[in-house]
């Protein structure tokens, strides 16, 4: 549990310092023993189509349903080992509006039968969100340390 605590301090320092680009993201996952965390930070451009505060009903619309994908595929995007039979359920979802510029935070929390260090887990964020085209991801696993940069479907961590 401290790991996850202290990715997320990491995380959110990060956040207040780091800048806002058009197609690229940020993702964060730590697991103490069997259970874990994902935070992600992304331009709402890159998951939504757009950044304005949505007033219109149909950019509402719109909205909803990215966000809905967002939480349903995000186990297709990020890919643990079936074996290990992780469960990954949406936590919080915001979007941050600041002038002209909106970001989306989500977390969600991972309870897997097994410990997932020793395993590979694959990137697929463009299969799902085509805007998505970089995006940097650190793991913190038992006591491993991965970082690693994601441009495609299929890039992959091996938490060895």
């Known amino acids: 549990m401290m790991k996850v605590l202290l990715l997320s301090a990491m995380v959110f320092a990060a956040r207040e310092h780091g800048s806002h680009v058009y197609g690229a993201g940020k993702v964060s996952l730590a697991f103490d023993g069997k259970s874990g965390k994902i935070q992600m930070e992304v331009p709402a451009e890159a ?6 505060q949505a007033k219109s009903k149909q950019d509402k619309q719109k909205k909803d349903k990215a966000l809905t994908k967002l939480e349903e595929k995000i186990s297709e995007m990020i890919v643990l080992d ?9 936590d919080i979802f915001e979007v941050n509006q600041e002038d002209s510029h909106a970001d989306i935070e989500a977390e969600f929390n991972v309870t897997c039968a097994a410990p ?3 395993s ?11 805007r998505l085209k970089k995006v940097q991801v650190d793991v913190l696993a038992d006591g491993v340390q991965k970082s690693t940069q994601v441009l495609k479907n299929g890039d992959s961590v091996e938490l060895k």
């Not at 079936?82 to 949406?90: N, Q, V």
């Open 116 to 118: 997932v260090a020793g």
């Open 82 to 90: 079936p074996s290990l039979k992780c469960e990954i359920k949406k």
């Open 47 to 52: 998951i939504l189509g757009f950044e304005h």
């Open 120 to 130: 590979t887990i694959s990137f697929n964020f463009t299969k799902h969100f085509s």
